[in-house]
């Protein structure tokens, strides 16, 4: 007999870990980041999966509102009980991969564009997050001394002793060929192959359906560019 | 700020932090955005406090930003870091010095996990030795980085060429500390001082004669939020919260925000400029907006390093209104020059914040 959605959440030590007994007291959205700034309530969360109500879950599943939290993990200090829901977040993200029903939701949509930013950088370079791939052109933010930067990246990375690219130990190093081998062996061995492919294939279903040009891999098409900056501007308060 | 009372509780968070021979786990974001730091830190162990740390070659990355913007699966994750464990043991260390806290507090969060349910740690043996052909140990101590800077805080002392006081008037430099919240908002008892009131980076800035300011805001997120900040569409969540920060602070007038985790001090030093940019506020008086620093930054100044070698020509905000009052000496003519003074130009100037002030 196929699992409910709680018995697959069940099997998540995460959402072990997160879910005691929630009282309902709130303590969670109050210190809150994301409720800060989100139309988010981790509380509801919490009482939502507890209630053990499969159609509420699903719901859930779907939304934006699972992607709301930033995972900072300030709820876990806070709750009286010893939940945290970050934890249950978490669980719900994975399950919600696992299912597809990411794809359906704007928010949740959006882990294509992490998939290939950070997922796949990891594979290529060892490294989630690497200097050449936070651009000046994608990362306006940054400012002009990070433009200089990336004019100039080896005589400043030289003189403040990183070994940018090069072989052998230090920061921004080249990460071997054989640690890289090993890097993909782990991911085909325990799920982290499986779980790209699944947000390639879930994102490719969609972007058909939505008729936006999807090509595999790439962070230079339409339906990477779409997650990647489409903003409905309902999310907020 | 009256401390009386919080002091009974930091002692209750002294946590054992390893006297020597580190293994190192560098962060990907203290790589790219301050390498420097890294740099810095494994001087300071070497040279001025004579210690044993190993920097290696063939490690990775913990796949931590990955694994909190959710693309990473647990099972990935625990055998990622179970490879890192097992170069560590294959080169004599038993004492993990995770440079991240993001890291830091991955690594907690996967030992706790392997503490609670075995079946999870002896799964990920069997993953690793299929994959790899490695078997590990779990290490006997972890440590941040800026634990062990705290632990050394007063022999640092001792070999001040600077220290946090204003060199003109004699008075404490008054500092915002940010200690990054997967620190110990998750396991209070790995941080020095838990969560309630963390002591890592004000025992340093108290040793080094700063004072410590206190504010409202003191313990929220700088609004890294992971898939938040790596997604353009949701950037306004990070912009926010750690305008939310600035706001809070700013009536207390710090000369300088000094940061525990790596990607906080890159938040709290661009979104100062894109504020600036975006509604032409800067949260200082004198326009340059708030210094900011990595603790190993602070303590290469107070040990008498060059700004320019430590990688304070990196930040956005400029940093010489600090160097200033500390009566740093320093050649504004080599910020932007190369390793063999070659000269690269320079940034192109904002348009709000006030650079003059530097010169």
Known sequence: ?237 | MKTEGKKNIWAEYQKEIADDHYFYARSCIRQSFFPGSEAVFIKIIREVLGLDIHDEARQTTCTGIGYHSDVIPVETTMTVIARQLSLMGETGYKNLVPSCITSFGLYSEIFNTWHHFPETLEKTREHLRKATGREFEVPENIAHPSDIIFKFRHKIRSKAKHLLVNSKTGKPLRIVEHIGCHYAKMFPHKGVGGAEYPYVLAGMIEAWGGEVVDYPERRHCCGFGFRHYIVMANRGYSIANTKKKFESMEPYEPDAIVCNCPGCPMFLDRWQYAISEMEGKVYSRDGNGIPILTYEEMAGLVLGYDPWVIGLQMHQINSEPLLNKMGICYNPDEKYKGANGENLGTPEKPSVLNCEVCM
């Not at chain 1, 995972?71 to 399950?95: F, K, Q, W, Y």
């Not at chain 1, 998939?115 to 490294?127: C, E, M, P, Q, V």
């Not at chain 1, 492919?197 to 939505?210: C, T, W």
């Open chain 1, 1 to 237: 007999m196929e699992k409910t959605f709680y018995q697959q959440l069940m099997q998540d030590v995460r959402f072990i870990e997160g879910l005691k007994a929630c009282m309902n007291c709130g303590v969670c959205t109050a210190i809150c980041p994301a409720a800060d700034f989100y139309n988010y309530d981790p509380r509801i969360i919490v009482d939502t999966v507890q209630s053990q109500d499969e159609t509420e879950i699903e719901k859930l599943l779907k939304s934006d509102t699972i992607w709301y939290c930033g995972e900072c993990m300030s709820c876990s200090t806070r709750c009286p009980r010893g939940n945290v829901p970050g934890l249950i977040i978490i669980a719900l993200r994975s399950l919600s991969q696992d299912t597809g029903y990411f794809a359906k939701s704007e928010k949740g949509r959006q882990q294509l564009a992490i998939k290939r930013a950070i997922g796949d950088n990891i594979l290529k370079t060892g490294y989630c997050v690497h200097f050449d791939m936070v651009k000046p052109e994608t990362h306006p933010e940054q400012g002009p001394v990070w433009e200089w930067l990336h004019k100039n990246p080896e005589p400043v990375f030289s003189k403040i002793g990183a070994n940018y690219k090069k072989p052998g130990a230090g920061a921004l190093r080249q990460v071997p060929e054989e640690t890289l081998l090993e890097i993909k062996k782990i991911f085909d061995e325990t799920g982290g192959t499986e779980r790209f492919k699944k947000i390639e294939s879930f994102s490719e279903s969609k972007a058909r359906e939505m008729t936006i040009d999807f090509r595999s891999g790439s962070t230079d098409c339409d339906y990477f560019n779409h997650v990647f900056t489409t903003n409905n501007n309902t999310h907020t308060h």
